[in-house]
């Protein structure tokens, strides 16, 4: 029998298409074995997706309505919010293309790739996997009530409708669909126990996988359009149980379930099929009154930089009756407020909370904390020359293989397709520090960051899920560390990352006191704040500068001389005028008066929070002249990051990564917004978070 050697199909994909939700979605055929491909592929890079099963036959309708593709063959589509994608060799493309290296089931070796491609082709191909879709609907369809159970299972109301009082007629269109013939079912048979025959001889020598040691695409293919034939009850789609089928079917399935190869897709479930993210967790579409509030954000956000200037120019210190809250707007008021860190601190904002999240860090206690200047002269250390230069190197490359990717598509989600992945992989790379999956990783980000800095009613439930995310990622942290204890101890070399380098240092005499619990705790603190503030920031630059038209020119030339100095000044403007967060808050426990460089003095009454607006600060003209201005050759002290003693430790890493990101974006051909909500700042957002940012190129 001979076995094709061609590659995967070229990507199916349509450019002509809208897209606005936070979440992909997968139209795809309930009972269909390549959809279980392309979904075993997604869930193992942990893609959250709305699973949207049809029933057999009625799949058809849908996969057109997003496709324009008539007929069989064209399922399943992944639909996100800058890129369609249809046909399983497709979104295995796809999603190789953008995995990490563990999560890749094509080898790179030519003669591997080729072994594993072989197989693919064999069981994807007319001789096993179209015998497979015959054999089940010749089993299932004589029997009317087997089959509707089946086919109705997860798909929508109206599809359970029609095979519950039209039967007859999906049986006929089954049929013709598949020119089935259901005399035809030990036939079918006889075919399909040689494809098992062949994998019995491949595992005969006792290798794990169909090629060797590792999983491959070979492997998912086989055990996923092998599944209806031994029902594994793992499978991701729509499969029946073994006693929920006729006799006939039943004695088949045992019979091949005893094979060599029925044992192997059965473990393969077991073992390897990775657990879909539920249903339960994909986030739900905004309403039509969050929606309205969104635009009314997007619009009002336009003009912010005018209340900025009022603010610092009517109300130097404005103080809110009857609430211990003061706002501190001229810059050289805030100047003075947020140096005298002794007497306006942080410490009762964010100490309690970043204790309660496992992660007790530096930057949450105050100078009088003899701990404060230990550890983070400790963290100062780890720091090494040329690092900004990696950072730059490695954002640089990682973003231009993204767009690489998309360019073929005419759209880039600069938030989830770019911001998120280069962030993510940063942490990883320099940092260190991973999660079970990215997908957790950026949960356990957002609700730790959320609740250390955004929850400001103490919400219980952003409360108990940055509790869970601490304890999950302590957890996680600390086997790390310990895991790369062992490898030093066995002799391998650990790579050098900032995680690395503590546990290094750690090792040296007198640096006992920086124990494990410490090492999670800094890394944990210094990590917080890089995914939702450095993504946000860049979609807050960009929006500003596709706000600008004639500044957005200049900003796109920059982009492509490759002058980043010059790109950062860029960013600072937008984010002054944009800000990804409008100040910090101090606390001050005794009675204090602020002076400046005026003749007045202000009072902050004894046990006030104080609100150091530093947007505001930026638009004093006598520390930003002509503030009105968008001037990206500005030579200012800029406060996008804070000020002074807690000022963002990861100011200079955001000189580098927010110019390299804002500039990948400018240098695409002909680059703009996409029309609707997701072309906005805030159009598709999760709470201040913005969760997609679209533009189209040429």
Same mark, same amino acid.
């Given at each position: 029998?001979?076995?094709?050697?061609?590659?995967?199909?070229?990507?199916?994909?349509?450019?002509?298409?809208?897209?606005?939700?936070?979440? &992909?979605?997968?139209?795809?055929?309930?009972?269909?074995?390549?959809?279980?491909?392309?979904?075993?592929?997604?869930?193992?890079?942990?893609?959250?997706?709305?699973?949207?099963?049809?029933?057999?036959?009625?799949?058809?309708?849908?996969?057109?309505?997003?496709?324009?593709?008539?007929?069989?063959?064209?399922?399943?589509?992944?639909?996100?919010?800058?890129?369609?994608?249809?046909?399983?060799?497709?979104?295995?493309?796809?999603?190789?293309?953008?995995?990490?290296?563990?999560?890749?089931?094509?080898?790179?070796?030519?003669?591997?790739?080729?072994?594993?491609?072989? #197989?693919?082709?064999?069981?994807?191909?007319?001789?096993?996997?179209?015998?497979?879709?015959?054999?089940?609907?010749?089993?299932?369809?004589?029997?009317?009530?087997?089959?509707?159970?089946?086919?109705?299972?997860?798909? &929508?109301?109206?599809?359970?409708?029609?095979?519950?009082?039209?039967?007859?007629?999906?049986?006929?269109?089954?049929?013709?669909?598949?020119?089935?013939?259901?005399?035809?079912?030990?036939?079918?048979?006889?075919? #399909?126990?040689?494809?098992?025959?062949?994998?019995?001889?491949?595992?005969?020598?006792?290798?794990?996988?169909?090629?060797?040691?590792?999983?491959?695409?070979?492997?998912?293919?086989?055990?996923?359009?092998?599944?209806?034939?031994?029902?594994?009850?793992?499978?991701?789609?729509?499969?029946?149980?073994?006693?929920?089928?006729?006799?006939?079917?039943?004695?088949?399935?045992?019979?091949?379930?005893?094979?060599?190869?029925?044992?192997?897709?059965?473990?393969?479930?077991?073992?390897?099929?990775?657990?879909?993210?539920?249903?339960?967790?994909?986030? /739900?579409?905004?309403?039509?009154? /969050?929606?309205?509030?969104?635009?009314?954000?997007?619009?009002?956000?336009?003009?912010?930089?005018?209340?900025?200037?009022?603010?610092?120019?009517?109300?130097?210190?404005?103080?809110?009756?009857?609430?211990?809250?003061?706002?501190?707007?001229?810059?050289?008021?805030?100047?003075?407020?947020?140096?005298?860190?002794?007497?306006?601190?942080?410490?009762?904002?964010?100490?309690?909370?970043?204790?309660?999240?496992?992660?007790?860090?530096?930057?949450?206690?105050?100078?009088?904390?003899?701990?404060?200047?230990?550890?983070?002269?400790?963290?100062?250390?780890?720091?090494?020359?040329?690092?900004?230069?990696?950072?730059?190197?490695?954002?640089?490359?990682?973003?231009?293989?993204?767009?690489?990717?998309?360019?073929?598509?005419?759209?880039?989600?600069?938030?989830?397709?770019?911001?998120?992945?280069?962030?993510?992989?940063?942490?990883?790379?320099?940092?260190?520090?991973?999660?079970?999956?990215?997908?957790?990783?950026?949960?356990?980000?957002?609700?730790?960051?959320?609740?250390?800095?955004?929850?400001?009613?103490?919400?219980?439930?952003?409360?108990?899920?940055?509790?869970?995310?601490?304890?999950?990622?302590?957890?996680?942290?600390?086997?790390?560390?310990?895991?790369?204890?062992?490898? #030093?101890?066995?002799?391998? &070399?650990?790579?050098?990352?900032?995680?690395?380098?503590?546990?290094?240092?750690?090792?040296?005499?007198?640096?006992?006191?920086?124990?494990?619990?410490?090492?999670?705790?800094?890394?944990?603190?210094?990590?917080?704040?890089?995914?939702?503030?450095?993504?946000?920031?860049?979609?807050?630059?960009?929006?500003?500068?596709?706000?600008?038209?004639?500044?957005?020119?200049?900003?796109?030339?920059?982009?492509?001389?490759?002058?980043?100095?010059?790109?950062?000044?860029?960013?600072?403007?937008?984010?002054?005028?944009?800000?990804?967060? &409008?100040?910090?808050?101090?606390?001050?426990?005794?009675?204090?008066?602020?002076?400046? /460089?005026?003749? /007045?003095?202000?009072?902050?009454?004894?046990?006030?929070?104080?609100?150091?607006?530093?947007?505001?600060?930026?638009?004093?003209?006598?520390?930003?002249?002509?503030?009105?201005?968008?001037?990206?050759?500005?030579?200012?002290?800029?406060?996008?990051?804070?000020?002074?003693?807690?000022?963002?430790?990861?100011?200079?890493?955001?000189?580098?990564?927010?110019?390299?990101?804002?500039?990948?974006?400018?240098?695409?051909?002909?680059?703009?917004?996409?029309?609707?909500?997701?072309?906005?700042?805030?159009?598709?957002?999760?709470?201040?978070?913005?969760?997609?940012?679209?533009?189209?190129?040429?």
């Amino acid at each position: 029998m001979p076995i094709p050697t061609n590659e995967l199909n070229p990507i199916n994909f349509k450019k002509d298409f809208r897209y606005a939700k936070t979440t &992909p979605t997968f139209v795809n055929n309930n009972i269909g074995v390549s959809d279980e491909i392309a979904r075993w592929v997604l869930d193992k890079n942990a893609i959250a997706y709305i699973d949207e099963q049809h029933a057999p036959h009625l799949y058809k309708k849908a996969v057109k309505k997003w496709t324009g593709k008539k007929g069989i063959g064209y399922n399943p589509v992944l639909i996100m919010t800058d890129a369609l994608i249809y046909t399983t060799d497709s979104i295995i493309q796809f999603a190789e293309q953008r995995s990490l290296p563990e999560n890749k089931f094509i080898p790179e070796d030519p003669d591997k790739r080729k072994e594993v491609l072989d #197989l693919y082709h064999l069981f994807t191909g007319e001789f096993f996997e179209e015998k497979v879709t015959r054999y089940v609907y010749t089993r299932l369809i004589p029997d009317k009530k087997y089959a509707r159970a089946l086919f109705k299972q997860n798909v &929508p109301l109206k599809e359970k409708l029609i095979y519950k009082v039209g039967y007859s007629f999906m049986k006929s269109a089954l049929n013709k669909d598949f020119n089935l013939n259901v005399n035809m079912s030990n036939e079918h048979l006889t075919e #399909l126990r040689k494809v098992f025959a062949q994998v019995d001889v491949l595992l005969n020598d006792g290798r794990k996988y169909l090629t060797g040691a590792t999983l491959t695409l070979a492997d998912i293919a086989f055990a996923a359009i092998g599944a209806p034939l031994v029902l594994p009850e793992e499978y991701g789609g729509a499969v029946s149980k073994i006693s929920e089928i006729s006799d006939e079917y039943r004695k088949d399935v045992n019979e091949l379930r005893a094979t060599n190869a029925g044992q192997f897709i059965l473990r393969l479930y077991q073992d390897d099929r990775p657990m879909m993210i539920p249903q339960s967790e994909i986030p /739900k579409a905004p309403g039509l009154v /969050k929606r309205s509030i969104q635009r009314m954000v997007i619009s009002s956000k336009k003009k912010q930089y005018k209340l900025f200037y009022f603010l610092q120019r009517r109300y130097p210190v404005l103080k809110l009756p009857f609430i211990k809250l003061a706002f501190v707007n001229r810059n050289d008021l805030l100047v003075e407020l947020l140096e005298r860190d002794k007497d306006f601190t942080v410490e009762e904002i964010n100490s309690k909370k970043m204790a309660d999240q496992k992660g007790a860090f530096f930057l949450g206690w105050d100078k009088m904390n003899p701990q404060f200047d230990r550890e983070r002269n400790f963290v100062r250390k780890a720091v090494k020359e040329g690092d900004l230069k990696l950072i730059q190197t490695f954002v640089r490359t990682t973003a231009e293989k993204i767009i690489k990717n998309a360019a073929g598509y005419g759209k880039l989600d600069v938030v989830e397709s770019l911001n998120k992945v280069v962030f993510v992989r940063l942490i990883r790379y320099y940092f260190g520090a991973s999660a079970p999956t990215e997908r957790i990783m950026k949960l356990w980000l957002r609700a730790l960051f959320y609740d250390l800095f955004l929850n400001f009613t103490n919400n219980k439930v952003k409360f108990n899920l940055a509790l869970k995310a601490g304890i999950e990622r302590r957890d996680y942290l600390l086997q790390l560390i310990k895991d790369r204890k062992q490898d #030093l101890k066995n002799g391998k &070399p650990l790579a050098d990352n900032m995680l690395n380098r503590f546990i290094l240092m750690q090792q040296e005499p007198g640096n006992e006191w920086f124990d494990d619990e410490k090492i999670q705790r800094n890394i944990g603190g210094i990590i917080t704040g890089i995914l939702e503030t450095s993504s946000k920031a860049v979609v807050l630059v960009l929006d500003e500068l596709f706000n600008r038209p004639e500044i957005l020119k200049g900003a796109i030339e920059t982009a492509k001389s490759g002058d980043m100095k010059k790109m950062y000044g860029y960013v600072c403007e937008g984010l002054r005028f944009n800000p990804a967060q &409008p100040g910090v808050i101090r606390f001050n426990e005794t009675q204090q008066i602020l002076t400046g /460089k005026g003749q /007045k003095n202000y009072t902050i009454k004894a046990k006030t929070k104080t609100f150091a607006l530093t947007s505001a600060a930026m638009f004093d003209p006598a520390a930003f002249p002509d503030p009105k201005v968008f001037n990206p050759e500005r030579d200012a002290v800029y406060m996008n990051y804070g000020y002074a003693l807690h000022e963002c430790y990861g100011k200079y890493i955001n000189t580098v990564t927010l110019s390299e990101l804002v500039a990948a974006v400018l240098r695409l051909k002909n680059v703009r917004r996409e029309e609707g909500s997701t072309g906005r700042g805030t159009g598709l957002a999760e709470g201040p978070f913005p969760h997609n940012f679209v533009v189209r190129f040429d």
